[in-house]
């Protein structure tokens, strides 16, 4: 990965977008012994007052270990265990980050993430206000958020993205991540898929509705998600190989973001829906569900939708659209055409996930008919980008009632 971090560089030296963000992340491994290697680097950064923020999961799948490694190389350390909420969930909220802010003092030198999305969440953004660095330990390749800076937060029950900072290493183990339970391997995938619609979304916007745009970010995010669907396969043993090539296709998801420093390359109308319908679970008080479950089946909806209605309007003629956004498109019509063209078939999408274990429908999610509707005719709202989604509802005014038409 030490070569992945150059080969950014030099797709970055090539590209003069204006939009690039210094990478500040000094290391990036992926391998066997991962945890020695976090240990050493600890102790060459001589960091003498070590916080590990760990759940109880991941206390037992990569934290314990850890601790040996520190007590064995005499680095002195505290550990935080976050406790759960009242449905037995992590979640990166109020709680969750008061009590890593009241666990750590100022004398901390660096935290250690020793989880998966929530816990990486909660320490990026308790890191950032306490001005300690932090160093990731992924325990599952379940999301792509590990290298980038958005940190997802539950704040007085609404979910919002915070800019903090990156990690300024991250050891990914092999043997770790081999272990993660099979569900949480499913969501990685999932959210390596979601590009397939953020990546036609981020072009669509960027042609036509002004959203700013990093061709460098678009081809780390593009090779990434080539990567993880050509080795499905690999994936779905559940080995060493599949497992690298999907954290590493994760962990290049999120240097791209973190390059361009805006989440564009990999959220997108997908990622906004299924925002919407972890709104509504927060809401209601019901369990989490995974982010990467939720944003694969968001993107194979979006697939069937943008396919289905997206790309005929678009072929044929726009009837009653705006003349200049009717210019705007029509000279960028075969571009537009191309990338959504590449967005597999919503039946192939939920075939790789379910191959991995994954769940394909939104039922299977505890997610009503009901929430899909309201999401598809109300998540574009949420954020003030232009995708196909929102695209649908505001200029082509297209309102849903029936779930039976695009599920
Ligand atoms: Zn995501
Ligand atoms: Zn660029």
Redesign the pocket.
């Known amino acids: 990965m030490e070569s992945f971090i150059s080969k950014i560089a030099t797709l970055a030296e090539n590209c003069h977008c204006g939009n690039h963000h210094p990478i500040t992340i000094e290391k990036i491994t992926v391998g066997n012994e991962m945890l020695k290697d976090a240990v050493r680097y600890i102790g060459e950064k001589n960091y003498q007052k070590v916080k590990i923020i760990v759940d109880n999961h991941t206390f037992q799948a990569a934290g314990k270990e850890l601790a040996n490694q520190l007590e064995r190389a005499d680095i002195p350390f505290t550990t935080c265990y976050i406790l759960p909420d009242e449905n037995q969930d992590i979640i990166a909220d109020e709680r969750a980050l008061v009590q890593v802010l009241l666990e750590s003092s100022k004398e901390t030198d660096v935290m250690v993430a020793v989880g998966a999305g929530t816990i990486h969440d909660i320490v990026r953004f308790c890191s950032t206000k306490m001005g300690i660095p932090f160093i990731s330990i992924p325990t599952a390749p379940s999301?792509?958020?590990f290298t980038s800076m958005g940190a997802p937060l539950i704040v007085r029950g609404e979910k919002k993205t915070f800019q903090m900072s990156s990690p300024i290493a991250i050891f990914a183990d092999l043997t770790v991540l081999k272990n993660a339970p099979r569900k949480m391997i499913a969501a990685g995938f999932g959210?390596m898929i979601?590009k397939f619609t953020s990546l036609a979304d981020w072009k669509f916007g960027h042609l036509v509705g002004g959203e700013p745009y990093c061709k460098a970010a678009a081809q780390i995010t593009r090779d990434a998600l080539n990567a993880s669907v050509k080795n499905v396969e690999k994936i779905k043993k559940g080995d060493e190989e599949g497992i690298q090539i999907l954290i590493e296709s994760l962990i290049a998801s999120g240097l791209a973001m973190l390059l361009f420093g805006h989440s564009h390359p990999?959220?997108a109308g997908e990622?906004h829906l299924s925002h919407y319908w972890e709104m509504e679970f927060l809401r209601q008080k019901r369990a989490a569900v995974l982010?990467?479950a939720k944003?694969g089946i968001a993107a194979s909806i979006l697939a069937k939708i943008y396919k289905s209605e997206f790309l005929p309007f678009i072929c044929n003629g726009m009837e009653g659209i705006d003349e200049n956004l009717y210019i705007k498109i029509k000279e960028h019509k075969e571009e537009i055409k191309a990338v959504y063209e590449q967005i597999p078939d919503s039946i192939l999408l939920r075939k790789w996930v379910e191959q991995l274990g994954g769940e394909t429908h939104p039922e299977q999610l505890g997610i009503e008919n009901d929430l899909v509707i309201k999401g598809l005719n109300e998540a574009h709202k949420l954020r003030d980008r232009f995708t196909a989604l929102k695209f649908l509802n505001e200029i082509v005014k297209i309102r849903r009632e029936f779930a039976s038409e695009i599920l």
């Open positions: 999301v792509d958020g959210d979601a990999a959220s990622h982010h990467g944003v």
